[in-house]
């Protein structure tokens, strides 16, 4: 789990860089570039690039990522000396570390147990010190010590467990379901035509704050914390089990370590360290979770296609596939780009996993392929699952993880938006956050909202990222900045009640949250202006209180 601080390790920007200095220095290289430019598939482009990978022979740093007790010693002690000085969570990362490098039937694995078992103590976690209790006494935790660590089961045993199970509310549910779509309550319908695709609109008026869709991932990637959040279920836990073969995984059961295996890790496992070391970003990752998930489809991959009469769902790889790659609208270097990382990541997994053993050349160009489409369809599909971080005293949105959402993936952009998000574990919870009349359309935001960008850099950047000029009611009547708006009324919470909002206090939001959203009723007849922007804001901010916080660091 160690990364290298070297400032100049060889990750994917540097050595994309040398690959491109190394085809510049070619007689030919206007003719690749129309070569290249001139493919019609994703595996013939990875294919072109793979040709060029190979004969630049500039390859990539393998790093081992393999177990070593040496190594979980080391960090061992250092956590012990942090345990000394009563730095818990430095202690708690180094005992984790510890965790990850020990050795499966080695003494060190214990010791590590035990040790974490002893910061969660100092922390009041209760049942995650027992369960780390029991780890060490099953991996060959000495006796000698024994007696101090069932002191500390006796007294873990009679003290309170700790308040909060889960690092979030229950998840809501739908209670009138869509009958032709999967996550989704009977207020939505999907559309299409020609300007706008495949979207959402309301079937019923909708208030403000109605839940209106819940949707689990097809596939999720953890993208930090990998310390503290689940491998495979991306779940907060402050007492995670290491993947038996490798460093760079770490679970919060036995059973999400067990499916990681099976679905996917079994051929990550020997690759995972170098990915990560080679800095490769969410979008050229989770292309490759999703070539090894549908392995078994792989013989399918040319005849998905969504059937509008069948229901559309979010746990099926058809959905995914045909999300839109704007692969017409990409510049012949955005595609070399993405290729390059393919090219790499292709020709890691060939040469140092499993994935192709017993397998024929059509699979190669199937995993190409699938790798390739995803990383287009991405930047324009796959959502963050955040959770609030406690930063000096406060709570602010951090992204965890990343996964790729089939129904919420067709909610188009608005710079003021009338739904939004919540995050529950890997699950996304979409709310209304002002009212919505029926046949009017759900609009997300894609991160540019009219209050904190002017309306000509909004453009620039979805034009960049997503391929579209943006005409909604923000940018055709071109409503100002937040500091610009009018002001029709004070509206001000008490600043008391700002605090423990801030604070992520969950009483305080259920508090406050009625009547926030009967307010921001009244100003959404006089927007744009000062008002109904904070109101929103409010409701935004008690609604994410309910979902991911986490609760200690």
Not at 276 to 293: G, N, Q, S, T, V
Not at 340 to 347: C, G, L, P, R
């Amino acid at each position: 789990m160690a990364e290298s601080g070297s400032e100049d390790r060889r990750n994917f920007i540097t050595i994309r860089k040398q690959f491109l200095r190394h085809l510049s220095a070619s007689d030919n290289v206007t003719e690749l570039s129309q070569r290249f430019g001139a493919l019609d598939s994703n595996f013939e482009r990875v294919d072109f690039v793979v040709e060029l990978w190979k004969a630049s022979k500039i390859g990539v740093e393998f790093q081992s990522g393999g177990k070593s007790d040496e190594v979980a010693v080391k960090f061992r002690e250092k956590g012990n000396e942090m345990f000394k000085i009563k730095k818990l969570k430095e202690a708690w990362e180094f005992y984790t570390r510890s965790i990850c490098y020990a050795e499966e039937e080695s003494v060190n694995l214990g010791l590590a147990f035990a040790n974490r078992s002893a910061v969660l103590f100092e922390l009041n976690l209760h049942s995650q010190c027992l369960m780390d209790i029991n780890r060490a006494l099953e991996h060959h935790y000495p006796e000698h010590l024994k007696p101090k660590l069932f002191v500390r089961e006796k007294n873990s045993k009679n003290l309170e467990l700790e308040a909060f199970t889960k690092p979030h509310d229950s998840v809501p549910v739908i209670t009138d379901p869509n009958l032709k779509v999967q996550c989704a309550g009977s207020c939505l319908e999907v559309e299409e035509d020609e300007d706008f695709g495949r979207y959402v609109v309301a079937a019923r008026d909708i208030k403000a704050g109605e839940v209106l869709a819940v949707e689990k991932p097809f596939v999720l990637l953890l993208v930090k914390h990998y310390l503290s959040h689940c491998h495979e279920c991306v779940s907060l836990s402050y007492n995670l089990i290491p993947c038996k073969g490798c460093t760079s995984a770490l679970y919060c059961s036995q059973t999400c370590r067990d499916q990681a295996f099976q679905k996917y890790h079994k051929y990550e496992c020997s690759i995972l360290a170098t990915i990560r070391y080679l800095e490769l970003d969410k979008l050229k990752i989770l292309p490759l979770r999703i070539a090894f998930l549908v392995k078994d489809h792989y013989n399918e991959i040319a005849s998905l296609k969504v059937n509008p009469n069948e229901i559309y769902q979010s746990d099926r790889y058809t959905e995914i596939h045909n999300l839109v790659t704007n692969c017409s609208k990409r510049s012949v270097s955005d595609l070399f780009e993405r290729a390059t990382a393919a090219a790499i990541i292709f020709t890691l997994v060939k040469d140092h996993t499993t994935f192709f053993e017993d397998l024929n050349e059509k699979t190669e160009r199937v995993f190409k392929e699938i790798l390739l489409l995803h990383m287009q369809t991405g930047p324009s599909n796959f959502h963050e699952i955040t959770e609030l971080s406690p930063n000096s005293g406060t709570y602010q949105p951090e992204e965890v993880a990343s996964g790729a959402f089939a129904f919420l993936s067709l909610l188009n952009h608005s710079c003021c938006p009338n739904v939004t998000r919540f995050c529950y574990g890997s699950t996304l919870v979409l709310r209304a956050i002002q009212d919505i009349k029926k046949g009017e359309q759900c609009f997300d935001n894609y991160g540019y909202h009219h209050a904190v960008m002017t309306r000509s850099d909004r453009r620039e950047h979805l034009k960049s990222q997503y391929y579209f000029d943006c005409v909604c009611q923000a940018c055709e009547n071109d409503w100002g900045l937040y500091e610009d708006l009018p002001s029709v009324d004070d509206t001000e919470l008490d600043d008391s009640v700002v605090e423990k909002l801030s604070a992520g206090e969950v009483r305080a939001a259920k508090d406050v949250l009625e009547k926030a959203l009967e307010k921001l009723q009244v100003f959404q007849k006089l927007q744009p202006c000062k008002n109904f922007c904070q109101m929103q804001e409010i409701v935004k901010q008690c609604f994410a209180i309910f979902g991911n916080k986490r609760r200690i660091f």
